[in-house]
T-cell receptor
Framework: QKEVEQDPGPLSVPEGAIVSLNCTYS??????FMWYRQYSRKGPELLMY????GNKEDGRFTAQVDKSSKYISLFIRDSQPSDSATYLC???????????????FGTGTQLKVEL | KAGVTQTPRYLIKTRGQQVTLSCSPI?????VSWYQQTPGQGLQFLFE???????NKGNFPGRFSGRQFSNSRSEMNVSTLELGDSALYLC?????????????FGPGTRLTVT
């Protein structure tokens, strides 16, 4: 069983829809949670990061972390065709000296926003 | 501020050969991590260097190695290439001041082994 599980999709939504992307994880040592967006043939781009449980909002994006359920989400409001990409969740432990900067990624969810 | 750069962008090698990939981090960033991305396994951590020292290593065979120079630039080397090494190799840099969790990725080097 993988440490981080993510539905690969593909997920297809109409323009303007609210998109919900999710990951579950098994390692309770994870303290930092990130969402990356990756366009085809590009490197991942950091969208959001949160520490421990809670919500964080940035423009059309909201990240939620529920450590008690080991579940994280990314919501995209008013989705646009330009949001079509693969979304990757990533996580890291709390100690830089212990685990270093190692990120554990989900496999990514492919999102398509259609006109 | 310039982003993370990786060279070369594309590489075709033959099984059994070795390859060296290069990564220049964002100016001021001292941590460089390397990841392998394949359709089947996704993004997997290879290793991380901080101040020229390997701080963490993933579960890859010893054929995969790396180093970091005093200017924080990093190289990774893969010896005795196998067909399964075909992948997108990504490096990411981060600044100690950010707590390390803001990792910024380069565009990657796409390696094809034939």
């Amino acid at each position: 069983q993988k440490e981080v599980e993510q539905d690969p999709g593909p997920l297809s939504v109409p323009e303007g829809a609210i998109v919900s992307l999710n990951c579950t994880y098994s390692n309770s040592a994870f303290q930092y949670f990130m969402w990356y967006r990756q366009y085809s043939r590009k490197g991942p781009e950091l969208l959001m990061y949160t520490y421990s449980s809670g919500n964080k909002e940035d423009g059309r994006f909201t990240a939620q972390v529920d450590k008690s359920s080991k579940y994280i989400s990314l919501f995209i409001r008013d989705s646009q065709p330009s949001d079509s990409a693969t979304y990757l969740c990533a996580m890291r432990g709390g100690s830089l000296t212990g685990g270093g900067n190692k990120l554990t990624f989900g496999t990514g969810t492919q999102l398509k926003v259609e006109l | 501020k310039a982003g993370v750069t990786q060279t070369p962008r594309y590489l075709i090698k033959t099984r059994g050969q070795q390859v060296t990939l290069s990564c220049s981090p964002i100016s001021g960033h001292r941590s460089v991590s390397w990841y392998q991305q394949t359709p089947g396994q996704g993004l997997q951590f290879l290793f991380e260097y901080f101040s020229e020292t390997q701080r963490n290593k993933g579960n890859f065979p010893g054929r995969f190695s790396g180093r970091q120079f005093s200017n924080s630039r990093s190289e990774m080397n893969v010896s005795t290439l196998e067909l399964g090494d075909s992948a997108l190799y990504l490096c990411a840099s981060s600044s100690p001041g950010s707590g390390g969790y803001e990792q910024y990725f380069g565009p990657g080097t796409r390696l094809t082994v034939t």
